[in-house]
């Protein structure tokens, strides 16, 4: 037992002590902070306005593609020829080309051509794919004369609400249990991964050095692994403790800033507070989001252009 013992405490301890450790364990929940800000701020350099070139020769969809509420795409026909349109593109102010060609069938609409200089992105190009699959619809009620508030009516959206059984009633939700369970078995895997592989690369110094060994004399393989799997083991306990302690204080730190935040938000005056009264709660946060971040992105944005 005391072999199993000065195992442990060895494999434990020189891992522990190591630079790489401290920093990884500091500076890993920044890590991870950063890289949210990070992609929500590609994010917000992402969201320019996209002008999106229309070519229809069959003249069914003159009109009937909307653009984004929010401005960040619009619709411009064109009169032009497809090869003058598309030779030009480059030049162009425009993102893309929709070309809808003279012999288009709405039975089989397969031939919708989308053109660009680059990528445009999988939430411009799924709101295109929209507003055709929204102007197709409107174009095949008109061919068989039927009635579009009729056919409103069929869309229902229902929400099935889920109800646990157990001590008292609870109401399920399914899409957060399976976040949850999604991010659990993807934490689990990397912990198995990661420590896994410490416990592999331990094994292999033994196997060239075997300092254990040396240091005790004479240890059976079994104790040799059990100590170096239970000590490893324990590093990887020490991380993820450290971790929840450090996540907690900045999320408390967070809370500290953005209350100090809202309590500026309450000095607004009277007439401010009874327009922003009339907002939803979202609303009023994205403002003091906005607000707090915005100018910093600006400046980021400035310094970025040419």
Known sequence: MTKLLLIIFREYWTRVRKWSFIIITLLGPFGFAL???ASAFIQDLSDSKKTIYVVDESGDFTDKLKDADDGSLYFKYRDEALDSVKGGLASSPADGLLYIPGDFDPEHPNNIRLFSQKQLGLQAKNFIEGQVSSALKEIRISIYNLDEKALDKLDVNVDVRSVILGEGEQKGYAAIASV?????GFLIYMTLFIYGTMVMKGVMEEKTNRIVEVLISSVRPFQLLLGKIIGIGG??????LLWIVLISFTYLGLGIAFSGSMEGFQQMSQGQMGAAQQMNQEEVAAIVIRK???PSWKACNRSTLP
């Open 180 to 184: 949850i369970g999604l991010i659990s």
């Open 35 to 37: 890289l949210f800000i």
């Open 292 to 294: 707090r971040w915005r």
């Open 235 to 240: 590093v990887g306990i020490t991380q993820f």
